[in-house]
């Protein structure tokens, strides 16, 4: 096995191991794509005009 | 020293030395584990009120199905939507939290050997979640809450109808609070050696994927209460309707992964099954954790307020990488019960080890046909109805709860019923009487919510809407009109309601006659599902690899990678028919 194999799969475990790291990934990562993205796509909505 | 039970698996039984005050812990008398006092309590309590909202449901699931079956259409349109919401409520959410909670409390204390973190906050958090259950029921039968599972604003119920939801999601909250305090006592206590073990990996997923979950329920509800009480005006119909798909479609990912949670652990106690790969495993759900929530922008995917590049990414690419994840387990779990038989000599041809497989053990029967059903019938479809441009066909139609009945209900609910099969004589220590019908019971109740989910799909291939009272609109300026073909599969899913209740309905009877009455097993081994044939060494084929020799496992990924390439073209044929384009 090659170092940065050794260093990428030890970084893996790692995170595995990490449950607060994690948790913490697992809330900021699907807030920031879903939520937050879609909330600003909604705030940049131009107002309709009336014809 | 190892507990063998014939047609169970052998566990090897550990001193207990966990961090239990002394008295608080007994040893299981058929697998050796360890159980908490203390969580075993909750774990029955959550239990039974899992099962009692079950069976709430279960009765508003005939009443809709028998009136979603035109020949019938049993119930009035004021006393439909009612149900509607009740069913929603009680399905998604109130019978399958509780199941959850019961898990996240008996999965750690049990194999990291620890006391449960807290027996204040698991009193306060099942308190908080029946309570805001009842207070929900309640209200909805009182007829003030008529808005359906998604209260989509400008619809507006009564506060209690809102509170309600808040507090259960609060009182989940707590539950899976003490989860994480629990896990963290376990490694400060050191009540375990090296990594946890997948099974508890995987509860760490479900309940990390519950915060998230959780936190956009009160994100969304809060303001939704405040305006049902006048301290401030409706939020914005499109900003809610974003933010509550955080808690309605997240609350379904919690079920996946606890169900494959499940799944792990039942192949383990019905064949002994071991991972194949513990890393790859622990990938999938660390797939499951960033990226399978997500999936929530399949349910905006018509909505005008936000733009391509964000259903696209969240749809697409970062979903995706969730759905590899499913595909993964889909593989990893069949081919952990294949090595496992294999080594025990039923290795006759490609599938002589799923032949032989303990069909007769309704936990084995109830978990396999939840990962079938699962797989071929909800992953196939929840891929192709996320598609964008599919979607746009099949949004709001039937084909949608004909895609989350496979899923949540033939999928988590049957793992659930099959994990009961084992919950009752371990943790309430009773044995089930009418063992036959326990056998028949997982096999009726897949047979019956696949009949419905086929009847629903097919039915809103025909543009049967979802949700409505009445698909032929009667009495509509214009005659709507439906295909008669959509009549023969809205049928179809009325007699699978009838034969999914039955099935239900008999599991909840089951359930409760062993409870209450029936015989205890405490300070002996639960009486065995199954007893296994004992094949002669010399009979057993020599391979290579054993641990990784599944043939039988690679011929049935192949039939379902098949299937889906089917099922998608033919939708994108299909989308391609809809306007001649030339």
Known sequence: ?51 | MATTVPGAMPIPSRPVKGNHSPGEVRTCDTTGLPVCITAQKFVKLHAVAAVIFLLIGGVGAILLGLTRWPAVHLLSAEWYYRILTLHGLNMLIFWILNFEIAILYFVPTTLLNTRLYSAGLAWVGFILMTVGALMVDYIIFAGKADVLMTSYVPLLAHPVFYLGIILHAVGALIGVGNYFGTIYIAKRDHTYEGSVPLVVFGATAAAIIAVVTLLHGAVTLIPTWLWSIGLMGPPDPGWYRITWWGLGHMSQQVNVCAMVAVWYLLATLTTGAKPISEAVCRGAFVLYILFINVASAHHILVDPGVGASWKIWNTSYAMYLAVLASMIHGFTVPGSVEVAMRKKGYDQGLFGWLVSAPWSNPGFSGFFLSLVIFGFGGGITGVVLGTQQINIMAHNTLRIPGHFHVTVVGGTTLAFMALTYYVVPLVFRKEFYARGLCRLQTWLFAAGITMVAVGMSFAGSYGVPRRTWDAEHSGATFAVGVDPGAHVMLGLLGVGAIVAFTALFLFIGLVVAAVFFGKSNAGKAMEPWHVERAVPQAARSAHADPDHYVPGTVVLTGVFLACFAVYYFANWKWLADVWWVR
Do not use: D, H, Q
């Open chain 1, 1 to 51: 096995m090659s170092k940065s194999e050794a260093g990428s799969g030890g970084a893996l475990k790692r995170l595995m191991e990490n449950p607060w790291l994690l948790l913490l990934l697992g809330v900021v990562l699907p807030t920031i794509s879903y939520t937050v993205w879609g909330w600003i796509e909604l705030w940049n909505l131009p107002k309709a005009v009336l014809p």
